[in-house]
């Protein structure tokens, strides 16, 4: 055995540790144990194997980091480490491999950032790495690296701008570095590659515009999840797989259009209310399910490697992004005559099943905003039952499901959650619609097996035996993954999409709120009564077109009534998360797609209004100002609230969109914590939110400011939201995001990056606050006209201050002509 050259024992049912004694066959030049149970960690005995060439250790079940006797491994040329639970940092001592043309590391638990000796690997042809965590990386690391040809860095923390030398890696074939931070424009020699085919960048942050040409050999490009802007050239027509929904192109000037692309921009612009409910045969004909429900016809739509679809009625829309191990691009459906059993199940609903690599999405269009009911149902269709102990039963799938951008399950094992195969389960999740759209993504994360059950590059499963009517089956969403050869792909086997409003004969939130709909116009009279015959108590400041008052309705309430009133309503978790995105993106709407641009310049909790669904709506834009494009800021009087006032507004009344984002931090750490931003009755470290925020991330336990009442709560979703918040609330305007790479944040779209360090003015002023203070000095407008801002509040409340919270000085070094303009607001 010692003089052993090549050992496989892949694809079997191996479990336990792998025996050390594997590191005494030191002839060895290829050695693979892939597709097995083995657990515990390796041994560092395997670093003795100093003449391998070749090592496949995928899809096993190790944890902890590769050994650092790996390092002696020089004479490496094929390493394939995915699907596997390593952690740690990825060992740098692989820059030293010199030899390496293929390098696989996706799908498990690494820790960036990718170490820069990578550059150091000239020889490689195929690197692939992704599901990076924690910290950045950028691409200076493959400066070196001219003999690619697969570049795959897909969900891998990667920043920065995309090379402006990218046109010199000519043996680039596939390029997909997706789902990342990558920012800035895209280079024109990236599309002028003499071997570039397949070009990935969806799911970024990219903006300008669409370069003017690009070379023939490029025929697949993802663009999707961006911040492109302008017309599209003349080449978007001849291109048969382009997906470039949700970025902000314009159509009017131009005459170069995609069918339905205009309704699968930012903000999604077809959603004109309409429906309550949708289903979706996906993958298969119309048909009427046993329940009454006709399931819509999916079975012709073009989908592709970069494909999206929207149906002729704009109810619901299609997209699909990733590409095969094999590029070898099949139906993207999958046919099933496997039996499926399981309570309530309709076995035609199985029979077909949309196919795709990596990123698949269902979008409802023109939905009634409200409370909805999403039910997935899952089988897995595909392996073979473990009971069989053959190498065809070992496949393992798993993905990740997200529902309006939150994710909801990770690393979901369909075969797992159901006890086995060919059984269906069902999933519900209540989920609110606020801006008339629904968003199910499924997403492949680089994890479960490959090469099983199938030994070709088709998805294709055969030899399953034929099937025979089962049970009846409610409505819902199926779903399973199917894995060819080469790399983890991911085969969604959708049976049917069904999604219904949530009805019941007592609504919850109008027993909260008591709201219906009125109109937005009211009559002296009201405005008289809501004012208190304009009384100066009222009276907020002086707006563009005069005084701007507040008045009260007696059926609503603004979001700080919900959060910390006497009355408060204990939002939930989902509750709060979908207020806080929805405001984000009226203020991303604002700030990047309104024209002109407008600043609010007073974003607080009382001027988000909350409506009967508990939808958050911005108001009060008596001291707003538009902000032409051309202009990088505005020098104005300063005018706003105490406690949401960015620091260079404030002292210099530097005003540029970034002051309305410093508000909107403040409100999202008020929102989690359920707490004014300052409360003299707390303890002394935490009376002012932002300095105890601080405290808790410098101790690593961020977490802690989550509010108390909430029993239940998204750890990650907490987290994303307390890290861009920090960044809102950072003392430079230019350390903090736009509001749209906040919503991208939120939404899990892409990383927030690392705060890095405390704020100045939390150390160097004396930072007192409270919230119920605002204050207005004269702009330059004058008028004698009255405007009324009216916040909804519920009957028999009145408007006053949150209880047990006093006035104090503001955290700002406020002139003395500025205190001159200083009026209590109250809530």
């Given amino acids: 055995m010692t003089a052993l050259t090549s050992l496989s024992i892949a694809v079997n049912s191996f479990s ?85 043309t293929v390098l696989r590391l996706q799908g498990n638990s690494f820790e960036g950032p990718i170490p820069t000796s990578f550059s150091q690997l000239t020889s490689l042809n195929d690197l692939r790495i992704s599901d990076i965590s924690n910290v950045s990386s950028s691409l200076d690391f493959i400066r070196n690296l001219k003999n690619l040809a697969e570049l795959v860095l897909w969900n891998a923390l990667i920043n920065g701008s995309i090379p402006s030398d990218i046109g010199e890696y000519q043996s680039i074939v596939t390029m997909n570095l997706g789902f990342n931070n990558l920012t800035g424009q895209l280079p024109s020699s990236l599309f002028n590659m003499s071997s570039l085919t397949y070009l990935f960048l969806g799911n970024n942050s990219l903006s300008g515009p669409l370069p003017s040409q690009k070379s023939n050999r490029l025929q697949t490009i993802d663009l999707s999840y961006n911040y492109l802007s302008g017309s599209l050239p003349q080449w978007v027509s001849t291109i048969s797989q382009l997906n470039l929904v949700v970025n902000n192109f314009t159509f009017g000037s131009s005459n170069i259009t995609l069918s339905g692309l205009n309704c699968l921009q930012r903000n999604f612009p077809c959603n004109t209310p309409r429906y309550t409910n949708f289903s979706i045969k996906c993958g298969g004909p119309q048909m009427r399910g046993i329940d009454g429900i006709l399931y819509e016809a999916d079975q012709d739509l073009a989908l592709g490697l970069a494909k999206f679809y929207v149906t002729s009625t704009q109810n619901w829309a299609v997209s699909n992004v990733g590409l095969f191990a094999t590029r070898n691009n099949p139906s993207f459906v999958e046919t099933t005559l496997t039996e499926v059993t399981g309570t309530d199940v309709t076995p035609a609903l199985f029979q077909t099943s949309r196919v795709s690599p990596g990123s698949l999405r269902y979008y409802g269009l023109g939905l009634q905003n409200g409370p909805y009911t999403v039910t997935l149902q899952f089988a897995e269709t595909v392996f073979a039952s473990r009971a069989n102990q053959t190498w065809e039963s070992l496949g393992r799938r798993v993905f990740d499901i997200y529902i309006q951008g939150n994710l909801i399950r990770k690393d979901f094992d369909i075969s797992k959650e159901a006890g086995g195969v060919n059984r269906a389960i069902k999933r519900p999740f209540k989920v609110n619609v606020t801006e008339n759209y629904l968003d199910i993504h499924l997403f492949w994360a680089g994890k479960g097996t490959c090469c099983i ?327 330059d407008t004058s008028s004698t006209e009255r405007n009324v801002v009216l916040n909804h509040q519920p009957e028999g409340s009145t408007t006053t201050a949150s209880p047990g919270i006093d006035p104090a000085p503001s955290p700002v070094n406020v002139t003395g002509s500025m205190l001159t303009g200083i009026i209590g607001e109250g809530r």
């Fill in 453 to 779: 059950p199938e030994e070709d590059f088709t998805p294709t499963v055969s030899g399953l035996p034929p099937t025979t009517p089962g049970k009846k089956s409610r409505t819902g969403l199926i779903v399973g993954i199917a894995v060819p050869v080469g790399v983890v792909s991911l085969l969604l086997l959708f049976a049917v999409l069904y999604m219904r409003r949530k009805k019941s004969e007592k609504d919850d939130d109008e027993d909260l709120l008591g709201l219906g709909p009125r109109p937005n116009t009211f009559s002296y009279a009201e405005l008289r009564a809501a004012t208190e015959d304009f009384n100066p108590s009222n009276k907020l400041g002086e707006g563009g077109y005069g005084p701007v008052y507040k008045g009260t309705l007696s059926d609503g309430r603004s979001l700080d009534q919900a959060l910390f009133g006497r009355n408060d309503l204990h939002l939930d978790w989902p509750t709060r998360f979908n207020i806080l995105l929805g405001t984000a993106r009226g203020l991303a709407y604002l700030h990047e797609e309104s024209r002109p641009r407008i600043v609010h310049r007073d974003v607080k909790a009382s001027n988000i209004l909350l409506d009967a669904e508990l939808s958050p709506k911005i108001s009060d834009f008596g001291l707003a100002k538009l902000y032409d494009d051309e202009k990088t800021h505005i020098s104005t009087r300063v005018a706003g609230t105490i406690g949401y006032l960015a620091p260079e507004y404030a002292m210099r009344g530097h005003l540029t969109e970034k002051a309305d984002v410093f508000g909107f931090g403040v409100v999202a750490l008020e929102i989690l914590s359920g707490r004014p931003n300052s409360d003299n009755n707390l303890d002394p470290e935490k009376i002012y939110l932002l300095e105890w925020a601080w405290t808790l991330h410098e101790k690593d336990q961020s977490l802690g400011l989550v509010d108390p009442r909430l029993t239940e709560f998204d750890e990650n979703d907490a987290t994303r939201l307390i890290k861009a918040a920090l960044l809102c609330t950072q003392a430079s305007p230019m350390m903090r995001p736009s509001m749209s790479r906040v919503v991208a944040m939120l939404s899990g779209d892409i990383e927030a990056s690392t705060v890095m360090s405390k704020p100045s003015y939390l150390t160097d002023w004396n930072f007192k606050d409270v919230t119920t203070s605002s204050f207005l000095v004269d702009d």
């Fill in 16 to 100: 336990g540790p792998i025996p050390k004694e594997l590191g005494n066959l030191k002839e060895l030049t290829m050695l693979a144990f892939g597709s097995n149970n083995f657990s515990g960690t390796l041994p560092p005995e395997l670093g003795n194997l100093v003449k391998l060439k070749e090592l496949y250790m995928n899809s096993c079940r190790f944890s902890g980091e590769i050994p650092s006797t790996f390092a002696k491994l020089i004479n490496m040329q094929i390493l394939w480490a995915s699907d596997t639970a390593f952690s740690g940092k990825i060992p740098a001592f692989i820059g030293n491999w010199t030899k390496l």
